[in-house]
């Protein structure tokens, strides 16, 4: 509960604070350059090195490193599921060639090509999010997979099949609804390793580009002054950790309410 409650501050501030904020997040202070926390120029954070107000670039650097999160698992999600059903309902060679690619994939250095495909297209925003979906869809893939094996024999779906029902019919209205509950909880799983893959290739320097931030970035920045302004690393750095906590919590409290058994 503390963590939902926590969960459903964090994006509100993203979103409204920089509104609200007197600073903005690109705006430089030449005569306040990283300086401590204060409440006398309203840098409740502190500034960087460059005199920006680090309370305003941390929420925008939430709002970009969320917005990342929330679309790249849209996608991924949406393409597992619809590979994993098809691939599961479906079985034998198509069942075994659509799998086979999926352990391909699994062999493929995830963040080495995540990389590489960032170096090439570009590090514009919905780049970074194609490139965190192409290599964040196969877990959920396994997972429908093997929940759709076992649905495929029930009662209802051989109803289906008896009737002439068509096969992307019995698919989205009979398996695709009845895996929602693992789908779910798996999500709030996606959504933190989405975040954190983000952060990672902007640390990097491969991710979310100046004047733009995330929270990667602001970390990447604060690492290189943490022995003189430790606050420009612990802020964004602390921000990220209780979002990635949050999403884990979350996960846990809704597999049990879900799945009673496993109490």
């Known amino acids: 509960v503390l963590s939902l409650v926590l969960l459903s501050i964090i994006p509100l501030l993203c979103v409204l604070g920089p509104m609200v904020l007197p600073h903005s997040y690109e705006d430089t202070d030449w005569n306040l350059m990283g300086i401590p926390p204060t409440f006398a120029a309203w840098h409740l954070f502190g500034t960087d090195e460059l005199g920006r107000d680090l309370l305003v670039r941390s929420l925008m650097g939430g ?3 969320l917005m990342v999160g929330v679309l790249a698992t849209v996608a991924s999600v949406t393409v597992g599921i619809a590979w994993g ?3 599961g309902f479906m079985g034998g060679k198509v069942d075994g ?3 086979r690619i999926v352990d391909m994939m699994y062999a ?3 963040l080495l090509i995540a990389i590489l495909l960032v170096t090439i297209l570009g590090r514009e925003f919905y780049l970074v999010v194609i490139t965190i979906t192409a290599f964040s869809w196969m877990d959920m893939a396994r997972i429908v997979r093997g929940q759709t094996l076992s649905l495929r024999s029930r009662e209802y779906v051989e109803a289906a099949r008896s009737i002439g029902v068509p096969t992307l019919r ?3 209205s009979h398996i695709v609804p009845n895996l929602l509950g693992i789908v779910v909880i798996y999500t709030t799983v996606t959504v933190p390793g989405v975040i954190l893959t983000e952060s990672v290739l902007s640390f990097l320097g491969l991710g979310i580009q100046e004047p733009m ?3 990667g970035v602001l970390i990447a920045d604060g ?3 943490m022995d003189v302004s430790p606050w420009i690393l612990l802020f964004p750095g602390a921000l990220l950790s209780i979002t990635l906590y949050c999403f884990n919590f979350i996960g846990d409290g809704m597999r049990d309410a879900l799945d009673p058994k496993d109490r």
């Open 63 to 65: 709002r970009i490193s």
């Open 85 to 87: 059903a098809v691939a």
């Open 97 to 99: 060639f659509m799998m």
């Open 108 to 110: 493929i250095p995830y």
């Open 170 to 172: 019995i698919i989205s």
């Open 213 to 215: 931030t995330s929270w």
């Open 223 to 225: 690492t290189k002054v």
